[in-house]
C-alpha cells in the first residue's frame, strides 16, 4: 500500500505554515544591557492579522495526525499495545533530547553571563510547543475507539460534544471575570475535531470533492458568523489583547481547521500533479521523516540564532530590533533563508544515523522520490511484502514489481516480455 501523497503534502504544508509563522510573529528585541525581550509584529500591524489564518497550520498538523495513526493501527499486524509504543518513541524520543540538549545550552549560557531577561525567553520559546504533546498523545492513545466511534455514528456526531465543550468554554470566558482560571478541556476538545477528520479520512469517508467542498464552505460560514460576534481577527494570541482564539481554543480556530481540512481535501488532485516532480517530492519526504524535530526545534533555532548575533552589541534590523512597522517584516523575511538552513543542519544532525542512511526505524529501506513517493508503510509494524504481477495493472512508473514465470508457461512469459522494465 502506498502512502498518501497528498497528505503528506498536507503535513509538510503544516509544519512549514507553523515554522514560519512563529519566526515572523515572534521579535526579539535586543535591549540596552544586551538582553532580549519578546515583542510581536501583531501588535504593530494588527492588519497582518488575517494572515494568521494561512500560517496558522495546527489544524491540519492534528488532521494528518490522524489520518496517519488510522492507517497505522490499521497496517499494524500485532497488538494495539506494540503500535502504540511504537508511536510514542516516535513522539518522545526527539522531545527528552531537546530536553536534554536545551538543559546543556542554557547551563553553559548561566556560566558565560548571559542575561537573565535572554534565558527567561529562551526557556519559555523552547518549551511552550510541547504542549501539543499531551493532546496528540491522548488522541494517539484512542485512536481505535475513535475509529470504531466514527464507524458507528459517523464524524459529524463524534464531533458535536467537541464543539459543545469549546463553545461552552467561549461563553464562559466572555461572562466570568478576566483572569479566571479555567480547566484546560478545549486543548483537548478542539483539536479532536480535526483529529476526527483525519479518522474519517483514512476509513474512506470523506473522499471525493463533495466532502472537501462541504467542510471548506461550511468551516468559511463559520468564520464569518463568528466574526460578526465579536471573536478576535488573529488566530493566534496577540500581546495585550484581553481574548486570545488560540490560548485556549475557540470555536474560530476550530472553524478555521475545517477550512483548512476541506481546502486540502478539494486541493487533492493539485498536490498529486505537483508531487511528481522529484524535488517537491523529494522536499515533501524529507518534511515527513523529520516533522516533530522540525517542530521541536525550530523556535530554539531562533532564539539561538538571534542570541549569538547579538553578542557583538549590534541591533540588526529585522532580528533585534523592536517590530514596529512594515520594514521589520521586509527584513525578516531575509534572515528566513539563515534560520532554515540552521534548522535544518541542527534537524540532520540529530537524525537517526539509519533515517540518514535512507532507511527507516524498524529496519525498512526506504525508496528516494523519483516523482512518485516514498513506500506507504508503518515503519514499526509492517513487514515488506512482495509484488504479484498482474498483466492488467497499469501503476505509477516508478513501482518496482517482481515477476515470477515458469519456462514452461509461454503466454506468461509473453505478457512479462510486453511489460516495460
Known amino acids: 500500500m502506498s502512502r498518501d501523497r497528498a497528505v503528506d503534502a498536507l503535513r509538510a504544508y503544516a509544519i512549514g505554515g507553523v515554522v514560519l509563522g512563529h519566526w515572523l510573529v515572534t521579535g526579539l528585541v535586543l535591549t540596552g544591557d544586551g538582553g532580549l525581550h519578546q515583542a510581536s509584529p501583531l501588535t504593530a500591524l494588527p492588519d497582518l492579522a488575517p494572515m494568521t489564518w494561512v500560517l496558522q497550520t495546527l489544524g ?105 465543550v469549546v463553545a461552552a468554554v467561549d461563553l464562559a470566558v466572555r461572562l466570568l471575570p478576566s483572569g479566571t482560571d479555567l480547566p484546560p478541556v478545549t486543548v483537548l476538545a478542539a483539536w479532536s475535531v480535526p483529529y476526527l477528520l483525519g479518522v474519517a479520512h483514512a476509513d474512506g469517508r470523506l473522499d471525493g470533492r463533495r466532502a472537501g467542498g462541504t467542510l471548506a464552505a461550511g468551516g468559511a460560514v463559520a468564520l464569518a458568523a463568528l466574526l460578526a460576534l465579536g471573536y478576535p481577527v488573529s488566530a493566534v494570541g496577540v500581546p495585550g489583547a484581553g481574548v486570545s482564539n488560540l490560548n485556549p481554543p475557540s470555536l474560530l480556530v476550530v472553524a478555521l481547521a475545517v477550512t483548512q481540512v476541506g481546502l486540502g481535501l478539494l486541493a487533492r488532485p493539485a498536490l498529486h500533479r505537483l508531487l511528481t516532480g522529484p524535488l517537491p517530492g523529494a522536499a515533501v ?105 498482474d498483466h492488467r495493472r497499469s501503476g505509477r512508473p516508478d513501482l518496482q514489481e517482481v515477476i515470477a514465470v515458469r519456462d514452461s508457461d509461454p503466454p506468461s512469459r509473453g505478457r512479462a516480455d510486453g511489460q516495460s522494465r
Open 60 to 164: 491540519l498538523f492534528f488532521f494528518t495526525a490522524g489520518f496517519g495513526s488510522t492507517r497505522s493501527l490499521a497496517r499494524c499486524p500485532g497488538g494495539a499495545g506494540g503500535w502504540l509504543a511504537g508511536r510514542l518513541r516516535r513522539l518522545l524520543l526527539p522531545t527528552v533530547a531537546l530536553l536534554g540538549v536545551g538543559a546543556a545550552v542554557l547551563l553553559a549560557a548561566t556560566v558565560l553571563g548571559t542575561s537573565d531577561d535572554t534565558l527567561a525567553v529562551a526557556l519559555r520559546l523552547a518549551v511552550s510547543p510541547l504542549w501539543f504533546l499531551l493532546p496528540l498523545v491522548i488522541l494517539v492513545a484512542v485512536t481505535g475507539p475513535l475509529r470504531a466511534a466514527v464507524r458507528r455514528w459517523g464524524v459529524a456526531r463524534c464531533g458535536v460534544p467537541a464543539v459543545a
Open 285 to 389: 519526504t524529507e518534511v515527513n521523516r523529520s516533522a516533530v524535530r522540525i517542530y521541536l526545534w525550530h523556535q530554539p533555532v531562533l532564539v539561538a540564532v538571534t542570541a549569538l548575533t547579538a553578542r557583538g552589541g549590534l541591533a540588526l534590523p529585522g532580528l533585534h530590533t523592536a517590530p514596529d512597522g512594515p520594514g521589520w517584516v521586509l527584513a525578516r523575511c531575509c534572515w528566513l533563508p539563515l534560520l532554515a538552513v540552521v534548522l535544518v543542519t541542527v534537524v540532520r544532525v540529530g537524525q537517526p544515523r539509519s533515517l540518514r542512511r535512507g532507511v527507516s526505524a524498524g529496519g525498512e529501506r526506504r525508496r528516494q522520490p523519483g516523482g512518485g513517493g516514498v513506500a506507504g508503510r508503518s515503519a514499526e509494524c509492517v513487514p515488506p511484502a512482495p509484488h504479484v504481477y
